[in-house]
């Protein structure tokens, strides 16, 4: 077992891994935080998605062991207090989800996508686009992608 | 997966002189092929030598014609690098359509490199512009570094440094994606450059070639239809669920083309 110390959502956490243990694993079994989603486990459907240093990455393609040290945000940590943030209060009012699995990945994805392009603009071809990493069964996208641009509008980003 | 040791060196040296130590120790990379390999249990190394510690495999840089990246530099760093998207705009474009912005945020041009997936984009660029591969005990031209499928020049426990690629005169990638994975199905990087015009294809055989024929008629004239006649042949191209032989060598003529056509 090896110990790990990471910052999680801005609180130091600890704990001891096995080498092979995935950083997924690890947040949702050992640290309790089962937003974070595993739909495919073979590195496609991006429900894992969390924040390494501030980056979109697949938490089911990591090892926990890879973190130590690092800054980890998982849709846990997007929410101020009972407040929703606006990528999620957008995938409520524009229904971005059916079922609900892939929701986390989506948002965590959405708000890598307003990172890249918070000083510059956003359409629908350059969210599909930047999408490909996550993929949904229910909704066929479309409500998703009109939340990501909601969202991205409410959060001050020039959308046309 | 099997369980295995994991260790983060610091320095090259602490690298290799591990790996030496161990021939069935691992390097990892970016992990974006490697983990999945684990997880399937497809391979069983005794440990894990994680490169992502070693800043100084890390990094872009441009200077005298050169472009310069580190082995461990992912593929969204070199995707956004504003000097890069200046001075050689294919490269940043290759790497900015490698699978999906979570895996270009993790994958590395040297884990690519050495992986040598046949579907793999980066050995398109390396190929494409004449590239150099510097290890940390040698320098390897691009055109000598692939040597199969999934079987490349590197020796056991050899560690790629870094890759430089001079700046084209003018290059263009395109590829045929497949629509689920965004692996090339077919690649072409086509570079009109200080040696003359290469022509590299990805996706099509066992590992990334050159296509002579193009190169020849290429260099007489640099135009679209100095090319639409040439005739791949399938033989030795590959065949799977996706494409079969004769679809990849008609891809290979019409990526080529698109490239071509992107530089007019």
Same mark, same amino acid.
């Given at each position: ?32 935080? %089962?937003? %974070? ?23 089911? %393609? ?53 990172? =890249? ?44 | ?9 610091? %320095? ?197 070639? =050159? ?54």
């Amino acid at each position: 077992m090896i110990k790990i110390s990471l910052s999680v959502n801005g609180t130091e956490r600890s704990g001891d891994v096995e080498p092979r243990t995935l950083l997924v694993d690890f947040l949702r079994t050992q640290l309790g935080l %089962t937003g %974070t989603h595993v739909g495919c486990d073979t590195s496609q459907c991006g429900a894992c998605t969390i924040h390494l240093n501030g980056k979109p990455v697949k938490s089911c %393609t990591m090892l926990a062991v890879q973190a130590d040290g690092q800054n980890v945000k998982t849709i846990e940590g997007v929410a101020v207090g009972d407040e929703m943030h606006p990528m999620q209060a957008a995938f409520k009012e524009c229904h971005g989800l059916q079922c609900g699995f892939c929701t986390p990945g989506m948002v965590m994805s959405a708000l890598g996508i307003i990172e =890249r392009h918070k000083g510059d603009h956003l359409n629908e071809a350059m969210v599909r686009h930047e999408l490909e990493g996550n993929l949904c069964r229910c909704t066929g996208y479309q409500g998703i992608v009109n939340a990501i641009l909601m969202g991205a509008k409410n959060m001050g980003v020039k959308v046309i | 997966m099997h369980s295995f040791a994991y260790h983060r060196p610091k %320095t090259i040296a602490e690298a290799t002189s591990k790996r030496a130590a161990d021939p069935d120790a691992s390097y990892l990379a970016g992990g974006m092929t490697l983990i999945p390999t684990l997880k399937q249990r497809l391979a069983n190394p005794t440990q894990v030598l994680d490169l992502s510690a070693i800043t100084e495999l890390k990094g872009v840089s441009v200077a005298n014609g050169i472009v310069s990246v580190g082995a461990m530099t992912c593929h969204a760093d070199v995707a956004l690098s504003a000097d890069v998207r200046k001075v050689l705009p294919a490269l940043a474009d290759l790497a900015g359509a490698i699978g999906d912005p979570q895996v270009r945020n993790r994958g590395t041009i040297g884990g690519s490199l050495a992986n040598s997936d046949p579907s793999a984009d980066y050995p398109a660029a390396v190929v494409g512009l004449g590239a150099t591969i510097h290890t940390n005990t040698r320098q390897i031209s691009g055109d000598d570094f692939f040597k199969g499928l999934f079987e490349t020049a590197l020796e056991p426990g050899e560690l790629i440094v870094k890759v430089t690629l001079p700046i084209a005169k003018r290059a263009a990638y395109m590829k045929f994606a497949n629509p689920a994975s965004g692996y090339a199905v077919v690649g072409v990087m086509v570079a009109d450059t200080a040696q003359g015009v290469r022509v590299a294809v990805t996706g099509a055989g066992a590992c990334a070639f =050159r296509q002579a024929d193009m190169e020849a008629a290429l260099a007489k004239s640099f135009t679209v239809a100095a090319i639409k006649d040439i005739v791949i042949s399938a033989d030795d191209l590959n065949a799977d669920m996706h494409a079969t032989a004769e679809y990849r060598a008609h891809l290979v003529g019409v990526m080529a083309r698109r490239a071509v056509a992107a530089m007019a």
